[in-house]
């Protein structure tokens, strides 16, 4: 029609203001509260990806070149069953939760009634451009709220995809899609939201966070960390390294928040940790590659420099025991292993987010375990044994978004179990029943009838009235009878 | 109330330290998972000036057993509490791992610059904003329990008496008026009010007497300041001759009396600011449920209540207006009840505390799944084919049936 000859409006400050009026006026208007409304988004969210499956993963490949069995488990699949189980659970979730009462408020009822937050922000990434805007979103909707999603600008054409796709299948008086960067994400940041959900970096969370900070929103930030791998010798090693491997190059080719970032065993069994991970990654992307094309690209010519240069640090670039080649002009990274790089090397401090894999060698594993929280608390954190003790230790001592004992990334597939970070790796969690929770309000209410007045509540104040009150906040029911006896 | 939260936290700590199991599915086959609870770390606890004993006290028991080390920041605006906590959790507990710094903004603001694992902060909303973009800073997971206009909507099938006396402890027998959940402004029928005005009148002075200033049952505004402020709002031009009840003040000892205003504009600064003291506005409207939209027209408050036998008039209520916590047929009391969580939303707050809400309030959940050396699907991992995804998608679409052939070699097409 006639949009694409017009000159595209900028999204600035006005616009944000008014598209929030006309969200809030929706929202008042109490048409994102009923089970129905939820269900029938669901449903169509759902329509979205069974229908739209081809559309969508040319999109993904057009931005990322990301193949497509990658595409179709980790952003089709899971948007696919987080619906599903939406719909499966929305009745048991939006019921109230009965809660016991005590003595102190008999009689009494009381329960905790979950109801939406309001109007919503959600902020996706770039890695899973459909999975990290639409997997929030199902959250959001489950729980009645009015949605803004505003999808990653560095995958442009999963972004106007998902634009037009939410535009023609969902209801566009309570859910839209702003598409932007900078400049838009800053005035839709201005606005007063009543959450803001975030997935990206921690130096963007902080912006994030002060905005919403100006209008008290409560957030959710899921960032990032070195995600490690600690890995003892008395294991299954195909298996192990084949695990490892598909969490680091099988993900986006390193590029995912929970990728393996580092590796660290012991010294002794490095080699053979090392022979056996060169001959997966053979049989995987064969001799060479850049060739391969079960290889996902780099987003960008900016991450593509980021990581060359965390290559090319001279301590760094004498360790590189395996991989290193690079194709600039198609932004094309080899599977890249590294040994023993120096502790204050960019490539130990920064967060990968690439397919280079530094090991890291130690005398005994349980050393390494303060190493890991030193350096702010991982996304994710990963063991390799079969040693019970070792299994304990680690998922005592280790603070991380989420452990994986003996496999990597796969605790991002279990939907009862809550995804997201702690402390540099985020505030909040989601997935299953806990992306509900994130975008709802649990107002506490308490329900009294006009028996069961305690006169001891009210002034003029007395010894015995405070005593009675004492025994009645105390719960203790022999010291009520007592103070009542006494009493009269 | 804090001897109430210590003992429910020593007798239930074994139970909320334990590791939660959480059920797995076929997509990870076979597995274990549980979400295991641990201490955030180093927390910060600034505590208020109107219950500076619980509201300090409260968060830090939370804390403590959650396993972190605390350090706790007590209002400057209650210096006599603030030296005793100072001195007695000096003496009783473990110095290396809980202290207390007093002071005022400067002090604050130098403990806010620092990396905390979290924040608890109970005041304003004015300040909650700050202690939030400090926070931002480093990433800082905050709970904020602040305040807001609670209202109470009163029916007229109720027992009157009854509910007064429940309006007027939640008022003005809470530190006159000066509470986060006191009651701050109320509405009912233009019918009714004259009844409800008849019996706040009376109750009153069974509470405190002919002369409320001389009881020494009302406690006093907490200073000078907040005095100022509160005979500020009375004495605006369009609120003055509202004044049906009270209105009495004695600045030298810091006391105003229970002081009732009925149909003040909505525009004047107490029908805008929250009110924390003995003044109680009335609004009267023709039907009750236009209530629901003055109440919807502020932001969200900390509790709000109703007085009304009409069981759909209690379900409306519910499900339309959005507050931290409700009431019905009481005022505050929700607060003594250790399985409700007890915090606000919007511009009332944000996290929420008491009972297990305490200890999850500083903890982080931390998921944990267990795999053995099993359960190994090859059709994960490169070099992809037309066959691995088939299977891969027959695994993920749960459908037991289809998974069953596809192992077993047939496929639907």
């Not at chain 1, 053979?282 to 780099?298: F, Q």
């Not at chain 2, 603030?82 to 000096?90: D, F, M």
């Not at chain 2, 939209?293 to 008039?313: G, H, R």
């Not at chain 2, 699907?377 to 891969?392: D, E, F």
Request: with cysteine; glycine share 8%; net charge neutral.
């Amino acid at each position: 029609m006639a949009e694409d000859s017009e000159t595209k409006k900028v999204f600035d400050a006005e616009a944000a203001g008014s598209l929030m009026k006309e969200l809030r006026g929706t929202y008042a208007s109490g048409k994102t509260r009923s089970y129905e409304w939820r269900v029938a988004q669901l449903k169509n969210v759902m329509k979205i990806v069974d229908d739209h499956e081809k559309d969508i993963l040319d999109a993904i490949r057009a931005d990322l070149s990301k193949p497509e069995q990658e595409s179709y488990i980790a952003e089709i699949s899971i948007v696919k069953s987080s619906c599903t189980r939406a719909l499966g659970e929305l009745n048991r979730w939006m019921k109230p939760e009965k809660v016991k009462t005590s003595i102190t408020t008999f009689p009494s009822s009381a329960e905790i009634v979950s109801e939406p937050l309001g109007v919503v922000l959600i902020i996706g990434a770039w890695n899973f451009p459909l999975l990290l805007a639409l997997d929030p979103a199902i959250g959001a909707i489950a729980a009645g709220n009015a949605v803004v999603l505003k999808p990653s600008e560095l995958c442009p054409a999963t972004s106007s995809l998902i634009a037009k796709l939410v535009g023609k299948y969902l209801d566009s008086s309570c859910i839209k899609v702003v598409e932007g960067s900078v400049a838009e994400t800053s005035a839709l940041l201005e606005q007063k939201w009543d959450k803001i959900f975030f997935t990206g970096s921690g130096r963007v969370g902080r912006i994030v966070m002060a905005a919403a900070a100006k209008h008290l929103t409560p957030v959710a930030l899921e960032l990032g960390g070195k995600c490690p791998v600690v890995v003892d010798s008395d294991i299954n090693l195909p298996v192990a390294v084949r695990r490892i491997a598909g969490g680091k190059w099988a993900s986006n080719n390193g590029q995912a928040c929970i990728a393996p970032d580092y590796i660290i065993t012991t010294k002794d069994f490095a080699p053979k940790l090392i022979d056996a991970l060169k001959h997966e990654l053979e049989a995987w992307y064969g001799k060479d590659p850049l060739e391969s094309k079960d290889l996902a690209h780099i987003v960008n010519s900016n991450h593509f420099a980021r990581l060359v240069k965390l290559l090319d640090d001279d301590k760094v670039s004498g360790k590189i025991i395996h991989g290193g080649q690079r194709d600039k002009a198609n932004l094309k990274f080899a599977p890249t292993i590294l040994l023993d790089v120096p502790e204050d090397s960019l490539v130990m401090n920064d967060e990968i987010f690439g397919p280079l894999l530094p090991i890291l060698t130690v005398d005994k594993l349980e050393d390494s375990f303060d190493m890991i929280t030193s350096r702010g608390k991982p996304l994710a954190a990963y063991l390799f044994t079969n040693n019970k003790k070792l299994k304990e230790k680690f998922v005592k001592t280790v603070s991380a978004g989420g452990l994986v004992i003996n496999d990597t990334v796969l605790h991002f597939a279990e939907k009862t179990l809550p995804f997201g970070g702690v402390g540099e790796s985020g505030i909040g969690s989601y997935h299953g029943k806990f992306s509900y929770e994130a975008f709802s309000h649990r107002k506490s209410v308490l329900y009294r009838g006009f028996a069961g007045d305690a006169s001891a509540r009210y002034p003029p104040y007395s010894d015995r009235k405070l005593k009675l009150l004492k025994a009645l906040l105390s719960g203790s029911v022999v010291g009520v009878i007592l103070a009542l006896i006494g009493w009269s | 109330m804090s001897k109430g939260a210590c003992k429910l936290a020593l007798k239930e700590l074994g139970h909320w330290m334990k590791p939660e199991k959480a059920k797995t599915s076929m997509t990870t086959y076979p597995s274990s998972a549980e979400i295991v609870s641990e201490p955030l770390g180093v927390v910060l606890v600034i505590s208020t000036w109107n219950y500076p004993f619980l509201l300090s006290i409260d968060p830090v028991i939370g804390a403590i057993a959650a396993g972190n080390a605390v350090v706790l920041k007590p209002s400057e605006i209650a210096p006599a509490i603030s030296t005793l906590l100072s001195k007695l959790l000096e003496e009783y507990l473990d110095n290396s791992s809980i202290r207390v710094v007093e002071g005022a903004v400067a002090e604050t603001t130098a403990l806010l610059e620092q990396k905390w694992d979290k924040i608890f902060y109970t005041g304003s909303p004015r300040v909650g904003r700050i202690v939030m973009a400090a926070a931002a800073k480093h990433l800082t997971p905050v709970t904020l329990e602040l305040g807001g206009k609670c209202p109470v909507v009163v029916d007229s099938n109720v027992n009157l008496q009854v509910a007064v006396r429940r309006i007027i402890a939640g008022k003005w027998a809470c530190n006159n008026g000066q509470a986060c959940i006191a009651p701050d402004y109320v509405i009912t029928t233009k019918d009714f009010a004259p009844k409800l005005i008849d019996v706040l009148r009376h109750e009153l002075e069974e509470f405190f007497g002919k002369n409320p200033i001389e009881s020494e049952d009302m406690s006093r505004i907490v200073s000078v300041q907040h005095f100022k402020r509160l005979t500020r709002l009375l004495d605006e031009d369009e609120v003055s001759d509202k004044i049906i009840i009270g209105g009495q003040r004695d600045e030298n000892q810091l006391k105003i009396a229970p002081t009732i205003l009925v149909d003040v504009p909505e525009d004047t600064e107490i029908m805008k600011e929250e009110i924390f003291g003995p003044l109680l506005p009335i609004l009267t409207v023709e039907n009750l449920e236009e209530s629901f939209d003055v109440i919807n027209s502020k932001s969200k408050p900390l509790a709000a209540y109703l007085f009304s036998e009409n069981k759909q008039l209690q379900k409306d209520f519910v499900n339309n207006i959005s507050s931290g916590g409700m009431l019905i047929n009481d005022t505050i009391l929700h607060l003594t009840v250790s399985s409700l969580p007890f915090g606000g939303v919007g511009e009332s707050g944000m996290g929420s505390y008491h009972g297990k809400f305490s200890f999850d309030t500083f903890s982080h959940k931390k998921a944990v799944l267990y795999r053995g050396f099993t359960g190994e699907s090859p059709a994960r991992y490169p070099p992809y084919t037309p066959g691995k995804l088939k299977l891969l998608k027959t695994l993920t679409s749960g459908n037991i049936v289809s998974i069953l052939l596809a192992l077993l070699g047939f496929s639907k097409d």
